[in-house]
């Protein structure tokens, strides 16, 4: 169930006024780290669309990222089936963990839940590149030879792969499926998009009476 400000007063915050929140990279889909947050918490997370807990230690309310600047874009709150446990989708603005790790749990082995989220990393990777500009790095070349020449290669990399579907094996047909993946990845990110933009996209339409046959 999606938390909103309208009915977050079914949240259940327990004896002591505290929920448990599981923040979640939405891109990648790592468990970032574990947090407690009170009613106003919760309330402040939505209005601010940051992640904003409660410091058990301090008793006060504490925006993650208030001090290092590595805050929690808040994408959407769910409460589990007891109202009793939240899940935080979030957009992290740098680590998580105030060790500098990108989660708290150092193995990342533990946190990747899907066969998908390695396309999280991938944006990852593809937004170091944008910063720093090294003319030694593809990625950064493709994104300074502007928005004309990658979709330009976005148009080459899906006829290619066209044609290693049509008449290739399968190795073939998955390197170039590959390479149009990754080139769709820069050029979205590029003119400041994410691959969860489709994701999204095809979630909607997957429960839109339009494109359910």
């Known amino acids: 169930m999606i938390v909103t400000l309208d009915n977050r007063f079914e949240i259940d915050f327990g004896s002591d006024?505290?929920?448990?929140?599981?923040?979640?990279d939405h891109g990648t889909g790592d468990?970032?780290?574990?947090?407690?947050?009170?009613?106003?918490a919760i309330k402040e997370s939505l209005i601010r669309g940051r992640a904003v807990f409660w410091s058990r230690s301090r008793k006060c309310l504490w925006e993650k990222g208030e001090t290092s600047g590595n805050t929690l874009e808040l994408i959407a709150l769910h409460a589990d089936c007891d109202w009793d446990t939240l899940l935080m989708l979030v957009?992290?603005?740098?680590?998580?963990?105030?060790?500098?790790?990108?989660?708290?749990?150092?193995?990342?082995?533990?946190?990747a839940p899907c066969d998908y989220a390695f396309l999280g990393t991938l944006e990852?990777?593809?937004?170091?590149?944008i910063r720093s500009a090294d003319s030694s790095s593809?990625?950064?070349?493709?994104?300074?030879?502007?928005?004309?020449?990658?979709?330009?290669?976005?148009?080459?990399?899906?006829?290619?792969?066209?044609?290693?579907?049509?008449?290739g094996d399968d190795a073939e047909a998955t390197?170039?499926?590959?390479?149009?993946?990754y080139h769709?990845?820069?050029?979205?990110?590029?003119?400041g998009l994410s691959m969860t933009v489709i994701v999204d996209e095809l979630d909607r339409r997957h429960h839109s009476p339009r494109y359910v046959s």
């Open 17 to 24: 006024g505290l929920v448990p929140v599981i923040a979640q």
């Open 31 to 40: 468990v970032l780290m574990l947090a407690w947050a009170t009613e106003d």
């Open 91 to 111: 957009r992290p603005k740098g680590p998580a963990c105030h060790q500098g790790t990108l989660t708290c749990f150092a193995d990342r082995s533990l946190t």
């Open 124 to 129: 990852k990777v593809i937004d170091q590149r």
């Open 138 to 167: 593809y990625t950064s070349r493709m994104i300074a030879a502007g928005p004309k020449r990658l979709a330009q290669k976005v148009g080459e990399e899906g006829l290619e792969t066209a044609l290693a579907l049509s008449g």
């Open 175 to 181: 390197s170039e499926a590959a390479d149009l993946v």
């Open 184 to 191: 769709l990845a820069v050029a979205l990110r590029a003119r």
